[in-house]
């Protein structure tokens, strides 16, 4: 089964940038909607932060919205985040329209 690995997390000072990367272990052949959804704490849901869309188009929270990029090459999608503050902490996990598994996450943590 195709499994979409992720990359990219650390800690950051506000203010600070980070880029996460999300890449499919195989050729799927086509391309997928897939992008990060990403969880702040212990019992909050896991929430939409960015897509890449297989139509071509992407799609924002609008608490992100102008600071976070998502861009892609193929089944491998990059989420570029600027000016990160405390709020933006949780563990953000690569969506992928194709099998909709879950992988461990990356921490992200931003610190005043």
């Known amino acids: 089964q195709v499994r979409f690995v992720e990359s990219g997390g650390g800690t950051v000072r506000s203010g600070g940038s980070l880029t996460l990367t999300c890449s499919a272990s195989e050729n799927v052949g086509r391309l997928v909607t897939m992008g990060w959804h990403r969880r702040q704490g212990p019992g909050k849901q896991r929430e939409m932060v960015a897509?890449?869309?297989?139509?071509?188009g992407t799609k924002y929270a609008s608490a992100v919205k102008d600071r976070f990029t998502i861009s892609r090459n193929r089944n491998t999608v990059y989420l570029e985040m600027r000016n990160l503050i405390p709020e933006d902490t949780a563990i953000y996990y690569c969506?992928?329209?194709?099998?909709?598994?879950w992988g461990q996450g990356v921490q992200v943590t931003v610190s005043a």
């Open positions: 969506f992928n329209d194709l099998n909709r598994n």
């Open positions: 897509l890449s869309l297989d139509s071509g």
